[in-house]
């Protein structure tokens, strides 16, 4: 039997619709099915996985991490009765699942989907002793239509019994548009049927699992949405916390580091207790994966500076008030970055306005500075010493005068430069001999791509690293060669985050970190109010003073790129799966975006494999030279 095009197109339209009731997801009469508003010659739609059971057994819970991927937004909302509240109001006591639906939605992998996922998923917590301690939430994305009285209506299609779900709206866009920001969801509307029930509203689905201390453990995309692993993934979450309460035990009110499963990025704490490291041998030797260290004719390493330096850079008395090192914006154990901040914070809490770049394979630099304005590390240090809102000193004179005043450290300065005394160049050279001997590579990368290893890397990873130099042509900026790999060209490029940053709009609330994972969200008319105006940032341009420079940044090295979160130039994506999101979807748009900024339309596999690939970057001497930075003799200035 055959059928014309209409035919099939209608019949495909009608078993959809059925479908739709078959899973309890019933139409309102005046919404057309999704295949009926394809195109005549389009294909029936394929379902996502959510629709069916899985074809494999998920991974038992508790046998994997989850690390945070950034801290959930806040915003004031509607419940199903009327009644204004905000989304932090509703986290923090349980375990969260949130997804932004509107009730008109007729793409079977849209809301219908995140709908019908956690209806499955509702009915197994149901049946299991994790189920008391979570909690959904459906938020509208559709003000005008989805009004608290048909939340309401909605919401009791799908709840099952006394379950924890949460069917809200908000009182009208200006309300939404600030926390679709704070998640990252794009939703774009068709102006000519704004106020019409269907087809009105585009968006991608994604489904958030957050944890009681507000943080974000995993997004759901259509691709991975099933009842399945999300359970999973809840009972590790519920595993984490109890394993958490253990190590407390019973009402010793710990918080903070200890306290409700905090996690940080920081690498091996043990490590603190230090063991020195002989960092000479990278003058002679780099890793594997690297060239020899290019130090300037001028400044030829020794040993004598390394050490010198070595101490210079944790030694707090470099600053105006004897409070602040460089360590402290660049800190070991967190990539010689820092971790915790997305800009960093200088002598006496003063902002900065850029993220702490890391110090790992500073040599191979040809610029220096987000915004590229010096091109020795000789001269880069001066920069920090002297900025008021970093390091604070008022003039080189004061901190030379500083130095002299330290027992030890003329007598050093004198043997290391064959009797110069401490001045600006010998001062800049000494910290720069350090700096400059912080090389880290012969990752699974190195060994796989220069070592021969053919099983240094994952089948994930080697698939990434095609996409790297295919596909994604992230290689046409983050360089990789035969003999070695900088992963960086040197050059400066607008991506467009910079001008996103400069053409922000004030945002209802901040979340504020008030404790070591604990956030609270500030009004925004209060930050304001305490605080000073953002500084401006037009990168190169400030530099040059070439319009064509303007939100122009350093390619940065990705060279140990799993441990420097977070990442650009304002710390403004919080994750690697971020980032190759950001550059997924072809950076931010604006006159002087970059050209090779571009849309990779990489599927989420792909994405996946392009963080598995960067996971691999991470050099085998990044712990060494941690243990070595805490075996630094801090204060101890004695001539040796």
């Known amino acids: 039997m055959s059928y014309s095009r209409e035919a099939r197109n209608k019949l495909a339209g009608t078993l959809l619709a059925g479908f739709f009731v078959w899973a309890g997801l019933a139409l309102d009469s005046n919404v057309t099915t999704a295949q009926?508003?394809?195109?005549?010659?389009?294909?029936?739609?394929?379902?996502?996985?959510?629709?069916?059971?899985?074809?494999?057994?998920?991974?038992?819970?508790?046998?994997?991490?989850?690390?945070?991927?950034?801290?959930?937004?806040?915003?004031?909302?509607?419940?199903?009765?009327?009644?204004?509240?905000?989304?932090?109001?509703?986290?923090?006591?349980?375990?969260?699942?949130?997804?932004?639906?509107?009730?008109?939605?007729?793409?079977?992998?849209?809301?219908?989907?995140?709908?019908?996922?956690?209806?499955?998923?509702?009915?197994?917590?149901?049946?299991?002793?994790?189920?008391?301690?979570?909690?959904?939430?459906?938020?509208?994305?559709?003000?005008?239509?989805?009004?608290?009285?048909?939340m309401n209506r909605y919401g009791k299609r799908y709840i099952s019994g006394d379950f924890d779900w949460k069917f809200l709206t908000t009182g009208d866009k200006q309300h939404l548009e600030p926390i679709l920001e704070s998640y990252g969801q794009t939703v774009v509307r068709d102006p000519d049927s704004e106020d019409k029930a269907a087809g009105a509203i585009s968006h991608v689905l994604r489904v958030y699992l957050i944890d009681r201390q507000l943080r974000i453990r995993n997004i759901f995309s259509a691709s991975y949405l099933h009842a399945d692993t999300m359970?999973?993934?809840?009972?590790?979450?519920?595993?984490?916390?109890?394993?958490?309460?253990?190590?407390?035990?019973?009402?010793?009110?710990?918080?903070?580091?200890?306290?409700?499963?905090?996690?940080?990025?920081?690498?091996?704490?043990?490590?603190?207790?230090?063991?020195?490291?002989?960092?000479?041998?990278?003058?002679?030797?780099?890793?594997?994966?690297?060239?020899?260290?290019?130090?300037?004719?001028?400044?030829?390493?020794?040993?004598?500076?390394?050490?010198?330096?070595?101490?210079?850079?944790?030694?707090?008395?470099?600053?105006?008030?004897?409070?602040?090192s460089c360590a402290m914006c660049h800190v070991p154990e967190q990539g010689f970055t820092s971790n915790e901040l997305a800009t960093a914070v200088g002598i006496e809490g003063r902002t900065v306005r850029r993220n702490s770049p890391t110090i790992y394979n500073?040599?191979?630099?040809?610029?220096?500075?987000?915004?590229?304005?010096?091109?020795?590390?000789?001269?880069?240090?001066?920069?920090?010493?002297?900025?008021?809102?970093?390091?604070?000193?008022?003039?080189?004179?004061?901190?030379?005068?500083?130095?002299?005043?330290?027992p030890g450290y003329p007598e050093r300065f004198t043997k290391a430069f064959d009797g110069q005394p401490i001045s600006m160049e010998t001062l800049g050279m000494a910290l720069a001999s350090y700096e400059r001997v912080l090389v880290s590579a012969n990752s699974p990368y190195d060994r796989w791509h220069h070592?021969?290893?053919?099983?240094?890397?994952?089948?994930?990873?080697?698939?990434?690293?095609?996409?790297?130099?295919?596909?994604?042509?992230?290689?046409?900026?983050?360089?990789?060669?035969?003999?070695?790999?900088?992963?960086t060209d040197n050059l400066m490029h607008n991506t467009g985050i910079g001008y996103q940053r400069s053409m922000a709009k004030p945002v209802a609330g901040t979340i504020v970190q008030i404790a070591p994972g604990e956030y609270i969200t500030v009004a925004g008319d209060v930050v304001a109010d305490a605080s000073e105006d953002p500084p401006s940032d037009l990168g190169l341009y400030e530099i040059t003073e070439d319009p064509d420079d303007r939100w122009?940044?350093?390619?940065?090295?990705?060279?140990?790129?799993?441990?420097t979160a977070p990442y650009m130039h304002d710390g403004s994506l919080s994750s690697l799966q971020e980032v190759v999101e950001f550059y997924n979807s072809g950076g931010?748009?604006?006159?002087?975006?970059?050209?090779?900024?571009?849309?990779?339309?990489?599927?989420?596999?792909?994405?996946?494999?392009?963080?598995?690939?960067?996971?691999?970057?991470?050099?085998?001497?990044?712990?060494?030279l941690v243990t070595d930075a805490h075996a630094v003799p801090v204060g101890n200035t004695g001539s040796q």
Not at 120 to 145: E, M, N, T, W, Y
Not at 241 to 253: L, M
Not at 474 to 482: D, K, M, R, T, Y
Not at 603 to 622: C, H, I, P, R
């Open 588 to 624: 931010i748009s604006n006159e002087l975006l970059d050209p090779l900024i571009r849309p990779l339309e990489l599927s989420e596999k792909e994405m996946l494999q392009m963080v598995a690939f960067l996971d691999a970057l991470t050099g085998k001497n990044v712990d060494k």
């Open 552 to 563: 122009k940044y350093r390619t940065p090295s990705l060279r140990n790129v799993a441990l």
């Open 36 to 150: 009926e508003q394809r195109e005549d010659d389009s294909e029936p739609q394929v379902l996502a996985p959510g629709w069916t059971d899985l074809e494999f057994s998920p991974p038992e819970a508790g046998s994997y991490k989850l690390p945070p991927m950034g801290v959930a937004g806040d915003g004031q909302v509607l419940d199903s009765d009327g009644k204004a509240t905000t989304l932090h109001s509703l986290m923090g006591d349980k375990v969260v699942v949130m997804s932004f639906i509107y009730s008109s939605c007729s793409d079977a992998n849209g809301c219908p989907l995140a709908t019908h996922v956690l209806g499955r998923l509702q009915d197994q917590l149901l049946k299991d002793p994790v189920g008391a301690d979570v909690r959904f939430i459906s938020l509208s994305f559709d003000p005008v239509q989805d009004t608290p009285e048909v």
């Open 362 to 406: 500073t040599a191979y630099l040809t610029r220096l500075f987000h915004d590229g304005r010096e091109t020795t590390l000789e001269q880069q240090i001066w920069g920090p010493l002297l900025a008021n809102n970093e390091m604070g000193n008022r003039s080189v004179g004061q901190v030379i005068d500083q130095l002299n005043a330290i």
């Open 451 to 487: 070592g021969g290893d053919a099983g240094a890397l994952t089948t994930a990873q080697q698939s990434g690293y095609e996409l790297f130099t295919g596909k994604a042509g992230c290689s046409a900026c983050h360089l990789v060669g035969q003999d070695y790999s900088l992963f």
């Open 231 to 324: 359970l999973s993934d809840i009972r590790t979450l519920h595993m984490e916390s109890r394993k958490t309460a253990s190590v407390q035990g019973p009402g010793d009110g710990r918080e903070g580091y200890e306290g409700q499963g905090y996690q940080t990025r920081t690498r091996s704490l043990e490590s603190r207790g230090g063991q020195s490291a002989d960092l000479w041998q990278y003058a002679l030797a780099a890793p594997l994966g690297l060239p020899a260290i290019p130090a300037p004719a001028e400044n030829p390493l020794t040993k004598a500076k390394i050490e010198l330096g070595r101490l210079l850079f944790f030694d707090r008395r470099l600053s105006h008030n004897n409070t602040f």
